[in-house]
């Protein structure tokens, strides 16, 4: 059996009113990503927002997409995680979002906002 990427687990469902104009944001409590550095750090968020169609993004499976970067080898900096979600994001709406990410890391003083402006790249 064969594991589904984390762009296979991202779900949507069916706008009962796609022709009532609706903003949606997703604001989501990101775990820890990196098991070596235990970043992101308790309190960073992501935020998915755009213009409901036809399609919404599905809320568990929603969640069940960001776990699916828990320790991946692949997608392994913040910059990467946002453009990847904004993407996969767009791309099973057919539309546009935007994610923004507050993050916060243990051992530095610092705070980083990653925002991502994404376009549905296939059709």
Known sequence: ???????E???????????????????LHLPELCPA??????GSTLT???EAGE???ELFSLDAYVD?????????DMEFFVQ???????????AEVTASAD????????EQRVTVLARPEVG
């Open 1 to 7: 059996m064969t594991v589904p990427t984390p762009a």
């Open 84 to 94: 990847t979600v904004a993407q996969d994001s767009a791309d099973a709406l057919g």
């Open 68 to 76: 699916a970067f828990v320790g991946h080898p692949v997608v392994r």
């Open 55 to 57: 399609r919404l993004l």
């Open 37 to 42: 550095t235990h970043n992101p750090a308790p």
């Open 9 to 27: 687990r991202l779900k949507t469902i069916a706008n009962a009113r796609p022709g009532l104009p609706t903003v949606v944001e997703h604001v």
């Open 48 to 50: 998915l927002r755009y």
């Open 103 to 110: 993050v916060r890391f243990k051992a530095l003083r610092q």
